[in-house]
């Protein structure tokens, strides 16, 4: 048996009771480590679920399927994923494979950013497409995110951005060699995203495009959703620009232009959110910061 259990969003003890079970039962257990984090170590794992843990990279999960799959029809094997295990199409494309090769496979759901973003006070059902902001490196600039925050924001619907990560990233130069060598890793913050959105809005207004979003739009920060440390920020985009959250992850909310009476009303939980959507008071007062 082949299994995909979702860790949930904070530390070792988000797994479910079922997925525990599960993994003390496998002959095998692989960590995915390179599309999310958890806010504890490999070790704080190992030691919680009392096994050893295979450290999953990104060649290993999408070049080396067979490997990970080897031996599930006589035996168990799990993979763990931070969030939910179809949070990334990575591990749908394992799932498939699994099957295709007449392993059985059983997920074990858990929380994901997708829904735990209600945190912030708003309706997971007005959220519209959600966008992946990546780093800009070397002069690649992507900006096709941005179109669909648009399309979002016109159709009166929120946007969730999640921020890029760079685990385990070979540099360009090693992709040459024989051995690869690696970046640092990276975790885009609120205030990276907040700046290329506002590069991007600028090039579009001086190049005559319509623009949907101005920079005195308010935006939500996320930082460590579900951990102990977990901090909600509620500020103008040009603000969120400048905005520290601490360490990762982070993810960024670009909302509706008119909100439900209710949102208005959960958003009241942080300081000065009042005076933010109030359009009369001074710029000065628009920040807010929280932790939940």
């Not at 070979?170 to 060699?177: A, I, Q």
């Not at 930082?223 to 901090?231: I, Y």
Request: aromatic share 6%; hydrophobic share 35%.
């Amino acid at each position: 048996m082949f299994y995909i259990i979702g860790l949930g969003l904070g530390d070792c003890k988000d797994i479910t009771v079922k997925g525990l079970e599960i993994i003390k039962s496998c002959e095998r257990v692989y960590l995915e480590a390179y599309t999310s984090i958890l806010t504890c170590g490999t070790e704080a794992l190992e030691e919680f679920y009392g096994r050893r843990l295979i450290v999953a990279d990104r060649d290993l999960v999408e070049q080396g399927a067979d490997e990970i799959l080897q031996g599930s029809k006589s035996a168990n094997v799990a993979l763990l994923v931070v969030g939910d295990p179809f949070g990334a199409t990575t591990h749908t494309d394992l799932a498939l494979r699994a099957e295709e090769q007449g392993i059985e496979v059983k997920v074990v759901h858990n929380a994901s950013i997708l829904n735990a973003v209600g945190c912030c006070g708003l309706q997971l059902y007005t959220f519209g497409e959600t966008v992946s902001i990546p780093y800009w490196i070397g002069g690649w600039e992507p900006d096709s995110f941005y179109e669909k925050i648009s399309k979002n924001y016109s159709n009166k619907l929120h946007t969730l951005c999640l921020l890029d990560i760079k685990v385990k990233e070979p540099t360009l130069e090693s992709l040459t060699k024989k051995k690869k060598e690696f970046m640092p890793s990276r975790f885009m913050t609120v205030s990276e995203a907040s700046q290329q959105l506002l590069k991007i809005m600028k090039r579009r207004k001086e190049s005559g495009c319509p623009l949907e979003i101005a920079e005195d739009n308010i935006c939500i920060g996320l930082a460590r959703v579900g951990s102990d440390t977990q901090k909600v920020t509620v500020c103008s985009l040009k603000e969120m620009a400048g905005v520290d959250l601490g360490g990762p992850l982070h993810s960024l909310i670009i909302p509706a232009p008119v909100l439900h009476p209710l949102e208005s009303e959960y958003l009241q939980k942080f300081k000065h959110v009042r005076e933010i959507y109030n359009s009369t008071a001074p710029t000065s007062e628009k920040n807010s910061e929280t932790s939940t």
